[in-house]
Each structure stands twice: as structure tokens, then as C-alpha cells.
């Protein structure tokens, strides 16, 4: 036990908690050494000071100094021994990647509620089911809330920022953006955010966005409809096609390629028909490369301009769409 605890309390270093509890300090002369206010008592003069070589604290104010496990005691009022399960807690929380995500995730579907200007953006690209947003788990990114939120649970600014929750400045770096989860194996491995501001691009964070948007609930299904984008995938569903899956994009990784071949099915390829033809043209390469492995394709053709977003928001229903289905050729 004791020796364990040693090495515990080594892995945590007493100045990046603080920090992360936005505990503001300047360097106090020398190296190691770091002032701010006392986060133990009504302070107005800085008179708490941190060792970080020795992993130490000393209010001159009230007197209290000791370890971390002796700030968590006296900060959050716990016995020693919650202390501890508080401290393994926060080291299970920083550790986990995929929790840090669903947290991230979690929070951004409340937020949506509570910004008018997400939902209206929602409608105007046709997504008006407020149930099935929720199914979709879509969330709102409003900016400046996030790491407040994250770092009260627990998680270190390092971490959100290794995850790219946050950028080098340690700001949120989703801002105005619509959020979707992407999930493989029913955890969040990365964040798709779509700005509501026409100017800014869409972005992942940084890191895989796994297999397919959406397969796991389609894998058995011996039709697929596939689709570019995210809006797409959620305009179907909302209009009742639920045999979908979404790429992310006209090109599809060596992994999302195979998970499409892994047993004989149907595949709608409905990409974009955009001016330039870059949509069709990718339809087309991945059309021969399935059928080389064996999946048969059928292209569907929207109208010139036209993704399967812009077709149900200018008042296409399912009627019309499946009509195209049928008419799809190999
Ligand atoms: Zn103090």
C-alpha cells in the first residue's frame, strides 16, 4: 500500500492538477517554485506556494501545506482515504481516450437545446425530427464551454489537447460547429464538427475516424445504401431509410473498403452529383473496384447538383427517392 501510493502520487504532478483546477501562478524566483492565490482560503494577496520538484504546497495565508492527496483532502473536504479513490478516479478518467470523447460528446448534445441558432441551422438542412436527433446523438459545439467542463470532471488540459479538444492555446477548439459522434464498438473514437457559419470547412479531430459511419447497425442488412456525408445519412433516416452508411467523404479508407466487402450484399453508391463530376467519377472508380471484389453496385442518380441533403431539402420525400432507388443502375 505504501509503496503503491508513492508511485501515485508521483504519476500526478500537485502544479498540472492545480492548473487544471485554473489555478493561476507565476514562477516564485526560483526554478521549482510557483506563487498564485490560495485556492484554501479567501486570498487577495498570492501567498500559496507550489514546489514542483518536491510536488509541495505552503499557504502562508491559513497555514496548510502538504502533498496532493493532502490539497484534495482539504479542498474538496474528503477523508484521506476518499481522497485516494478520487485521485485513482481522475487517473482512470485522464487515461481513456474513448470516455474523454463521450464526455465531450455528452455535453455537446446538451448544449444543443439551449442554442436557438444550432437547431435553426438543423431545419435549414432539413433536420427537423427532434426524437431522431437525439437517436443520432447530434450535439452542439457553442465554443468557450468545454474545457471548464471537462477539467471540473477531472481530465487534464494535456490530454484535451493530445485529443484535440482543445488547441495549443488551450481553447475550445470547436466553435459554432453542429457535432456528430463517430463510434465503433459502441465508443466514441473521434468528433465530426460542421461549422453553422458557412466560412469554416467541416474538421474531425485529429486521429482515425474509424470504418464506416453508422455500419454496425447495417452490416446484416443485404442492401446498403452509402452515402458522402453526414447530413445525408441523417436526412434519410429521418425520411425512413435506415439501411444506410456514411463514408465521410468521396474517398474511402483501406478499412472502410473492406468492412462493404465482407459477404455478398447491394450497395447504393448516392454520392454527390456535383458540376465539377468529382462525385460521379468517385462513384464510378469505387463501382468497379467493388464489383471486382464480388459486390454488386447500383448508382443512383440525383439530379445535377443535387446530394441526397439538398434533394429532400428542396421537397423531395421518400416516394421520389425510392422511386430513384429502383431506378438505379449497375
Ligand atoms: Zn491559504
Redesign the pocket.
Known sequence: MGEDLEKLKQRFSLLDYLRQQNWVARPAGHGSEFVGL?P??R?TRP??YVNARKNLFY?H??G?GGDLLRFIQLSRQLSFRQSLAYLQQHEAASADPAAVLEHAAAFYQQQLDRYPEALHYLKQRGLHDLALIKELRIGYAPGGSLRRHLTAQGYSCDLLQRLGLLDSQGHDAFYRRVVFSCCQGGRVINLYGRSIAAAFAHRFLPGSKGGLYGWEQVQQCPEVILVEGLFDYAVLWQAGFRHVTCSLGTHLNTYQFQQRCDRPRTIYLTFDVDANGSGQQASQQLADRLRARGISTRRVLLTDGHDPNSFFVQGGDARQFQSLLEAAQP
Open positions: 490560495c484554501l482560503h486570498d501567498s500559496f499557504c495565508g491559513c496548510q
